[in-house]
């Protein structure tokens, strides 16, 4: 695991969008992981900007990590439609080379064992991009999720959703209660996982998952099983890391051929 500590959450998106540019370079039919929420969207803005001054995406195939249950389909709060907006959409991706997990609650099991064979089928994911609760949940894995799971239905927990009632005009009962999400154990295939936090807000899960113990209980723990987990975090959700003075040494001597 390779933690670099930036001075502001744009600089951690360039460092993931060189990450990107260099995938998609090397193999222009790559398989991108994507989450939602504000922490990736630094880097969805600097991949736009390359795609503006000529890296071309058009060729790859994304995978959303979940998706509310009881939205209807098109709803402008939709994990979907929130990649399509910010992302997918402005960099040429094709609508149908956007896989997400199911909307509606029909069926919905077969569909979550459809979704896992969908990415399997694509080749798995190259690089999976992730934020992190402040809880320590990644994806809709919320605490005591299992290690080892694989897509599934989850209920939010408060926490989760009083974080993204901001989307929903603050209105917390328009926050949906369940989830598809990928499981950790789904996550933990992706090639390399880029997790971004940015702010004091997210400094206690920062430290529990790159420091703490691998617990269910901080779901993003998992993570430190993983042979190629990058992540890239701004001064405050450092500020509760006590490596944190390593980290920066190992990042400032890291050698110009190696990449993150």
Known sequence: MEIVIVHDIAEAGSIAGAAIERLVTANPTAVLGLATGSSPLPIY?????????????????????????????????????????????????????????????????ALCESYERQIEAAGGIDLQILGIGSDGHIGFNEPSSSLGSRTRIKTLVTETRQDNARFFGGNLDQVPTHVVTQGIGTILEARHLIMIAAGESKARAIAAAVEGPLSAMVPASALQLHPHVTVLVDEGAASQLKLADYYRSTYATKPDWQSI
């Open 45 to 109: 803005d600097d991949v736009i900007q390359r795609c503006q001054t000529g890296l071309r995406v058009e060729a790859v195939t994304a995978f959303t990590l979940d998706e509310y249950l009881g939205l209807p389909v098109g709803h402008p709060e939709s994990y979907r439609s929130f990649i399509k907006r910010v992302f997918t959409e402005p960099v040429g991706i094709a609508d149908e080379n956007l896989h997400s997990p199911a909307v509606n609650d029909e069926g919905v099991e």
